[in-house]
T-cell receptor, first 114, second 113 residues
Framework: EAGVAQSPRYKIIEKRQSVAFWCNPI?????LYWYQQILGQGPKLLIQ????????DSQLPKDRFSAERLKGVDSTLKIQPAKLEDSAVYLC????????????FGPGTRLTVL | AQSVTQPDIHITVSEGASLELRCNYS??????LFWYVQSPGQGLQLLLK??????LVQGIKGFEAEFKRSQSSFNLRKPSVHWSDAAEYFC???????????FGSGTKLNVKP
């Protein structure tokens, strides 16, 4: 079974530029998560989708971050404009719908903002 | 407020020695508890999870964890550490309805030959 795919793996941009990350979850997983992991910290949930609807985006900085999950499968996370403090690894995870299901993580995208 | 605390930022053990990584949580309801491992450049891999039932949970790679409700703890253990266990370990807690999920700040494990 294929795992969670993410691209790109690495991205370097200047501050105030925009960037987008892509995630393809495990087939059949209705729930998709985006996390931000700053160096030396644990992952922080940014947004959670159930199919193509948003379940929780309370920690998403909506003035610069946006995410969508069209057709309830792939998802993109965008930052516009980027700030230095956005430098982090952005992790995508997916799980089956319903309570208590295990999240499976992709390899992440390491973003460096200069 | 919900939180997960991993009090040890770095731990170094000798290969073959036993290991215990500490995790304490603060949660108002019955939690789901997880341990994940993250090797350099890799995504997070689930080691084990606790939902209900037996409080001693067995996981992959020879790891186990014990849920102690009275101490709000979910410590990870391994009787004999291998050099390949060097990685960062994260404890996480999830809500029963799974709409909220919180990670601790992680413990980096170094293994001495």
């Amino acid at each position: 079974e294929a795992g969670v795919a993410q691209s790109p793996r690495y991205k370097i941009i200047e501050k105030r530029q925009s960037v987008a990350f892509w995630c393809n979850p495990i087939s059949g997983h209705a729930t998709l998560y985006w996390y931000q992991q700053i160096l030396g910290q644990g992952p922080k949930l940014l947004i959670q989708f159930q199919n193509n609807g948003v379940v929780d985006d309370s920690q998403l900085p909506k003035d610069r971050f946006s995410a969508e999950r069209l057709k309830g499968v792939d998802s993109t996370l965008k930052i516009q404009p980027a700030k230095l403090e956005d430098s982090a690894v952005y992790l995508c995870a997916s799980s089956l719908a319903g309570t208590g299901n295990t999240q499976y993580f992709g390899p992440g995208t390491r973003l460096t903002v200069l | 407020a919900q939180s997960v605390t991993q009090p040890d930022i770095h731990i170094t053990v000798s290969e073959g020695a036993s290991l215990e990584l500490r995790c304490n949580y603060s949660y108002g309801a019955t939690p789901y508890l997880f341990w994940y491992v993250q090797s350099p450049g890799q995504g997070l891999q689930l080691l084990l999870k606790y939902f209900s039932g037996d409080t001693l949970v067995q996981g992959i790679k020879g790891f186990e964890a014990e849920f102690k409700r009275s101490q709000s703890s979910f410590n990870l253990r391994k009787p004999s550490v291998h050099w390949s266990d060097a990685a960062e370990y994260f404890c996480a807690v999830g809500a029963v309805d799974f709409n909220k999920f919180y990670f601790g700040s992680g413990t980096k494990l170094n293994v001495k030959p």
